[in-house]
Each structure stands twice: as C-alpha cells, then as structure tokens.
Nanobody, 120 residues
C-alpha cells in the first residue's frame, strides 16, 4: 500500500531550481518528523533535510543555504525547495515518514523516489 507519493523531479542546469512534493497520509504527516533523503547512484542513501511535527528543522551540511524543507498542513504535503542546484545534487530523492498504531508501535514508510538530474 502506497503511503507517500512524490513528484517534482526532473532535469535542470546548474544554478536552476526544482521543488519536490510528497503527499502523505494524514496519520503519517502529523505523527512525527518527516524527512527527505537522497541516493546517488552507487552510494548509500543519505539524509538531506528533516522537519519535526513541531516544525524544528535540520539540514545536511551540503544543502544548507540552498534547500528549504516545509509543510503544507492543509494538503498533507511535504516540500523540498531546491535552489542553486549543482551537478553533485544528482540523485534519487525519497520522502520518509512514520506512522504509529494505537499501541504506540511505529512503522517507517518511504516514497517511491523521484529522479533529480543536474547537468550543464
């Protein structure tokens, strides 16, 4: 069952921008921190940005000052605004969220991934 649906990837030139979106089920969106990860071909998946349910935010060093994570509460959507993109940002980007059941047990969910390609 799909819990997170991503969109917004594409191919751009260095210095250009993209905005990724992740539509989550309401329980996932409101339960805990949500995050964007990325995976460069042949490399390990790495955290890009995290936003807590209290809107506390942290970024990976390699995107500070360029990427912005945010939420649209009304539409249960997570965004990643990516400005001043660089070739090394080329990767598959994933949305991650967490859902809790009535006992407090949780399950982490991942989106299907969206490809971002930055090349001159």
């Amino acid at each position: 069952q799909v819990k997170l649906v991503e969109s917004g990837g594409g191919s751009v030139r260095p210095g250009e921008s993209l905005r990724l979106a992740c539509v989550a089920s309401p329980s996932i969106f409101s339960a805990y921190a949500m995050a964007w990860y990325r995976q460069v071909s042949g490399m390990q998946r790495e955290s890009v940005a995290v936003i807590g349910s209290d809107d506390n935010i942290r970024y990976a060093d390699f995107v500070k000052g360029r990427f912005t994570i945010s939420r649209d509460v009304a539409n249960n959507t997570l965004f990643l605004q990516m400005d001043n993109l660089k070739p090394e940002d080329t990767a598959v980007y994933y949305c991650k969220g967490r859902d809790y059941d009535s006992t407090g047990y949780y399950t982490d969910y991942w989106g299907q991934g969206t490809q971002v390609t930055v090349s001159s």
